[in-house]
């Protein structure tokens, strides 16, 4: 489907009930519709919502001025749980990559295939950073994730499955602990809301209160959350 110019993704699942509009973070929009509706309801609820589409989009290139090119050279700054880190460049150091002493480490050896190198390191602390928070977070509610996975997801910072497992980008990491926090309870409040409906956000702010400075955070910072 298009807008104007603009390409627009159409998902459908049994899962939905309304049909609702994203920008996602690499600035596509998409659409995720119930099973049962119609592509003319589907382009009507588009065609109603033109001016946020356009006025999204908006905010969206403004905020990506922001991004952050990395490259690994030292002094090149990445970021872990909230602050940035410098990179300095090592010799036959223990691992791959390490921090300490208020710098990321990085073996020289390992500068072919650095961007890899630093995912799995993300990837790593993040699962176990997750685990760890999920531990104070889930006492709040009686459902419980069957799994916790730290994955590759493209423009979601975090998902839930039918199953009620959670997964979670490795950029999360990168994010402070108060953001952190917000992203895992989003994702618990999931398994007992599986749409952004109106009970799911009640339940997000009983839980969460202050949910939506965290919210603005990744809408702000989000752009340099990346490698």
């Not at 916790?148 to 499955?161: G, H, P, Y």
Request: hydrophobic share 35%; glycine share 4%; proline share 4%.
């Amino acid at each position: 489907m298009k807008l104007d110019s603009i390409h627009i993704d159409i998902e459908k699942t049994e899962r939905r009930k309304t049909v609702s509009i994203f920008i996602e973070r690499n600035g596509s929009v998409k659409v995720l519709a119930p099973i049962t509706a119609s592509d003319d309801k589907i382009e009507a609820a588009v065609k109603a919502k033109e001016y946020q589409i356009f006025q999204k989009l908006a905010k969206w290139k403004e905020l990506n001025q922001g991004k952050v090119k990395r490259e690994y050279v030292s002094g090149q700054s990445f970021l872990y749980l909230g602050r940035n880190y410098r990179l300095q460049l090592t010799e036959n150091q223990d691992v791959p990559l390490k921090i300490s002493g208020g710098f990321f480490h990085l073996d020289k050896k390992y500068l072919p295939k650095a961007e890899k190198v630093f995912k799995e390191f993300y990837r790593a602390k993040g699962l176990q950073k997750i685990e760890e928070r999920l531990k104070l977070i889930e006492e709040k509610f009686q459902t419980k994730p069957t799994t916790i996975k730290v994955l590759e997801l493209q423009n979601r910072w975090a998902s839930w499955t039918p199953k009620n497992g959670l997964n979670f980008h490795w950029k999360c990491i990168m994010a402070p602990v108060s953001v952190l926090d917000y992203i895992i309870t989003h994702e618990m409040v999931h398994l007992k809301h599986p749409n952004h409906s109106p009970e799911f956000w009640n339940e997000l702010d009983k839980k969460m209160p202050n949910y939506r400075e965290h919210e603005d955070w990744l809408k702000r910072n989000g752009v340099k959350m990346s490698l």
